[in-house]
């Protein structure tokens, strides 16, 4: 069988010899919305699990929580529909009244030009934006979850009377999915909230699809009880960010009722595991740098048999993509000690995807097709490859025939046995 698989701009073909049993996993394709203004104003008109805007006591203030640049919400879409219906639900309510926080949780707070890109003057006139500091923004803390996740978040949200949430639910490593009130918790928490809230990755139910039972889904949803975030705006979108779920409402309501949708959209039932995975990030931006691939072989992993083998491609043109990664996993001899170390120490931002990395690694035999620096990729502890020479090998020595998976976008997929 043969297959083109995105790579980078460009494209990969491949040659799978006969004597394979060849699957292709993909996300499934769901209709997308036409008219997103009445989308939009059908959710606003019916929210889920709560009341709308028009029951509510006028506010004096108003924060909208916003995704950074890292996320694919539709922010200059959505963000002007819900200010026009604010503004219609309280009349009296100014623009000066109402400020954006685009939510950067633990990554780079953007620059005046970055707040620009993301929420520009025509998007929302007369109010105020700025990005979210976890580590200078001033705080205020709430106590502390169940968990002992400590809540502290930006103090300008916290003093709003009305705190509003504009995002997108997508299947996540350890959160299970996004969505809900993670937009604030997670965007407009302190340094110390999110890396408490995180450390809970190692929870056995931790994993991308699932929030049953999920220490970090749940203490997330407690910190926004806590808060008191009475209504998000969250869509879903497809592999080419299309919308094809728009939903509003009380928060936990909003991203259970959406993660159906997410489930449907990415999550690919398989009768069992896989002898081989190839898969491609899905080409730009998905394998823009090692950072963001990292997702794809986490994924890749779960369609593979425990010690089978999984090659990933990833162009990678702009490296490794974050400097605390690099430093830190190449400075660890070993994935197994990237693992010890990790467990022992506690999150940190930017390691935390090499420990991710770690487990794919110390579970399964790895290649990876990429234009890096091959010494580069070693110290980040991958073996480059040459992907029809390793596919025809891991055949040939395979005693019978090996079942093996492509998947053509594994970035936007997630797997589970049915």
């Known amino acids: 069988m043969n297959v083109t698989l995105k790579y980078g701009q460009t494209e990969r073909e491949l040659s799978i010899s006969d004597r394979a049993d060849v699957s292709i996993l993909s996300p499934s394709a769901v209709p997308v919305i036409e008219d997103v203004d009445k989308a939009f104003e059908e959710a606003l008109d019916f929210p889920l699990g709560g009341n709308g805007l028009e029951t509510m006591e006028a506010p004096g203030s108003v924060v909208i929580a916003v995704s950074d640049e890292s996320r694919p919400t539709p922010t200059k879409v959505l963000l002007p529909l819900l200010l026009k219906r604010l503004y219609r639900a309280f009349p009296d309510l100014t623009p000066r009244q109402v400020l954006i926080v685009i939510g950067s949780g633990l990554h780079p707070p953007l620059d005046d030009e970055g707040i620009r890109r993301v929420v520009p003057e025509s ?133 259970r009722e959406g993660l159906k949708t997410c489930a449907d959209l990415y999550g690919v039932a398989i009768d069992e595991k896989y002898d081989i995975v190839v898969a491609s990030c899905g080409g730009y931006p998905k394998d823009l740098n090692m950072y963001q691939a990292q997702k794809g072989f986490a994924h890749a992993a ?61 579970a399964f035999d790895v290649a990876i097709a990429s234009d890096m620096n091959p010494e580069t990729l070693r110290l980040c502890h991958l073996t480059v490859c040459e992907p029809q020479e390793t596919i025809e090998g891991w055949i040939a020595e395979f005693p019978g025939n090996p079942r093996v998976a492509v998947v053509p976008k594994v970035n936007s997929a997630y797997f589970y046995e049915k």
């Open 302 to 362: 779960l369609a593979a048999k425990p010690g089978g083998k999984i090659l990933v491609l990833a162009q990678c043109p702009h490296g490794v993509g974050d400097d605390v990664y690099f430093d830190y996993v190449s400075t660890m001899p070993t994935p197994e000690a990237v693992l010890d170390d990790f467990r022992e120490k506690g999150f940190r931002m930017g390691a935390h995807k090499a420990f991710l990395m770690s487990r794919t690694l110390v």
């Open 123 to 255: 998007t929302a006139p007369g109010c105020r934006v700025i990005a979210h500091d976890a580590v200078h923004s001033p705080m205020t803390d709430y106590g502390t979850t169940s968990r002992k996740t400590p809540v502290v978040m930006n103090r300008e949200v916290a003093e709003a009377d009305l705190k509003l949430v504009i995002g997108n639910i997508d299947p996540h490593q350890f959160v299970g999915f996004t969505g809900g009130s993670k937009g604030i918790v997670i965007g407009c928490g302190a340094k110390a909230t999110i890396e408490a809230n995180h450390a809970l990755m190692f929870d056995e139910n931790a994993y991308v699809g699932n929030i049953e039972g999920n220490a970090v889904r749940m203490d997330i949803d407690e910190a926004g009880d806590m808060i008191g975030i009475p209504l998000v705006v969250n869509v879903v979108l497809d592999a080419s960010n299309r919308m094809v779920r728009l939903i509003a409402g009380e928060p936990k309501t909003v991203y």
